[in-house]
T-cell receptor
Framework: NAGVTQTPKFRVLKTGQSMTLLCAQDMNHEYMYWYRQDPGMGLRLIHYSVGEGTTAKGEVPDGYNVSRLKKQNFLLGLESAAPSQTSVYFC?????????????FGPGTRLTVL | QQPVQSPQAVILREGEDAVINCSSSKALYSVHWYRQKHGEAPVFLMILLKGGEQKGHEKISASFNEKKQQSSLYLTASQLSYSGTYFCGTANYGGSQGNLIFGKGTKLSVKP
């Protein structure tokens, strides 16, 4: 099992450009999450999904969109990147609801917006 | 409401013990502990689901005091491999849609 994988691992964007981050899991988990991690801030939830075809906003959703067309994939989109979105992005998944279950994290995507 | 972790950083010698605390201003449903090594993903350590529950494996254990709305992580006889940043994630009753809110982390450095 690969667990949770993320692509790409690194990316540099110019302000205003768009991109999509892909997260895939092979554990048949229902719940998936996108977090961002900034120095000294911990992990902050951007968006999450409780199942195929569903998405919901987390703590810091502005400037991001998500889609979950297939159960195993969760996409994070930046329509018009801003320097404030420079961060490390982690995808995670859990079998059921996050408050009761272990979350499995992907290796992260380091994004720099110039 | 983001939980507050203390201390922010701690330096130990191999074999020493450490305690990391996690406090919330709201009633807690569960507390999760994760460890993250530099440049890597967070890795799950344990979940505490009931007030007063204590869990652990080998030399890392944790307690959950529901009344005080806090949890403590205990690292006994620390090893070099314990170095990293420790995060608590909390879930509150009736809030956050059942998701975790993570603290800012405690950086633990174990020296030989």
């Amino acid at each position: 099992n690969a667990g949770v994988t993320q692509t790409p691992k690194f990316r540099v964007l110019k302000t205003g450009q768009s991109m999509t981050l892909l997260c895939a899991q092979d554990m048949n988990h229902e719940y998936m999450y996108w977090y961002r991690q900034d120095p000294g801030m911990g992990l902050r939830l951007i968006h999450y999904s409780v199942g195929e075809g569903t998405t919901a906003k987390g703590e810091v959703p502005d400037g991001y969109n998500v889609s979950r067309l297939k159960k195993q994939n969760f996409l994070l989109g930046l329509e018009s990147a801003a320097p404030s979105q420079t961060s490390v992005y982690f995808c995670a998944s859990s079998y059921l609801r996050g408050r009761d279950n272990e979350q499995f994290f992907g290796p992260g995507t380091r994004l720099t917006v110039l | 409401q983001q939980p507050v972790q203390s201390p922010q950083a701690v330096i130990l010698r191999e074999g020493e013990d450490a305690v990391i605390n996690c406090s919330s201003s709201k009633a807690l449903y569960s507390v999760h502990w994760y460890r993250q090594k530099h440049g890597e993903a967070p890795v799950f350590l344990m979940i505490l689901l009931k007030g007063g529950e204590q869990k652990g494996h080998e030399k890392i254990s944790a307690s959950f005091n529901e009344k005080k709305q806090q949890s403590s992580l205990y690292l006994t006889a620390s090893q070099l491999s314990y170095s990293g940043t420790y995060f608590c994630g909390t879930a509150n009753y009736g809030g956050s849609q059942g998701n975790l809110i993570f603290g800012k982390g405690t950086k633990l450095s174990v020296k030989p």
